[in-house]
């Protein structure tokens, strides 16, 4: 019996281990937005870009990845939008070399007039992929400037938080700064097309809020607990 139980322990255990992981097959548009936002802001401050183009893509990465549609589904039925993932964007600013930090916030702040255009097309949006709307409040803040200040493992960050104001029936706990969460319960994501050097001078952080993620994860954790030991305690009876 404790050898059969032991078996049953060890096959649980190990079968996890020897599947690949789905979302390991392709690179996360999280990612791949980083780079091109740190693509067009560079672009921008070399006068090779236009600071439309820079603000359309930081804005397509934010909106692409809505946090408010997290709560009350796809704006169009039978589209996607960012109410399919777990986790969606919640603060985003800039980090590197200090004595730039500053400055580079300044430069990246979003205008808000190119907010308010960008909600708009949202709202009217009608594809296979669409981004859906951000509250006024939010909306707002999108185009204020990047003056929150954040220490994130030990790096200063400046930036903004899109859940930093109490919103009825949306935003319960106000957040100013990713370190208001447990490590757990956010993630962060930075261009990754870009030198070691240029890392460090410059470098945009997205972070993404996963609590609907560990919510459910542990859950499920809860349920095979439970089945375990109902197996275990089955199998105990049978074999005794």
């Not at 300044?106 to 296979?128: C, F, G, K, Y």
């Not at 470098?203 to 109902?230: G, H, M, W």
Request: aromatic share 12%; charged share 20%.
């Amino acid at each position: 019996t404790q050898r059969t139980i032991l078996l049953v322990l060890i096959m649980l255990i190990v079968i996890p281990l020897l599947s690949t992981e789905g979302l390991s097959m392709t690179p996360a548009s999280a990612e791949y937005g980083a780079d091109e936002v740190l693509q067009a802001f560079q672009a921008m401050l070399s006068d090779e870009g236009t600071r439309d183009s820079y603000e359309a893509s930081l804005l397509r990465y934010i909106y692409y990845h809505n946090w408010f549609l997290g709560s009350v589904g796809c704006p169009r039925e039978n589209a996607g939008c960012s109410f399919l993932s777990y986790s969606q964007v919640f603060w985003v600013g800039v980090a590197g070399a200090d004595d730039m930090l500053a400055g580079n916030a300044q430069n990246a702040s979003l205008r808000p007039m190119a907010v308010q255009r960008w909600n708009d097309i949202a709202e009217t949006q009608d594809d296979l992929y669409n981004f859906g709307t951000m509250p006024r409040e939010v909306v707002s803040m999108l185009g204020s400037p990047w003056d929150v200040e954040c220490y994130i493992k030990g790096q200063r960050h400046l930036g903004i938080g899109l859940l930093a104001q109490q919103i009825p029936e949306r935003v319960s706990t106000a957040i100013h700064c990713p370190t208001d969460l447990r490590l757990t319960e956010y993630d962060t994501f930075s261009a990754r097309v870009i030198t070691e050097e240029s890392f460090k001078t410059l470098r945009f952080s997205f972070f993404f809020d996963l609590r609907p993620y560990t919510q459910e994860e542990a859950s499920f954790n809860i349920i095979k607990t439970a089945f375990i030991c109902v197996v275990l305690c089955v199998a105990s009876l049978l074999f005794s």
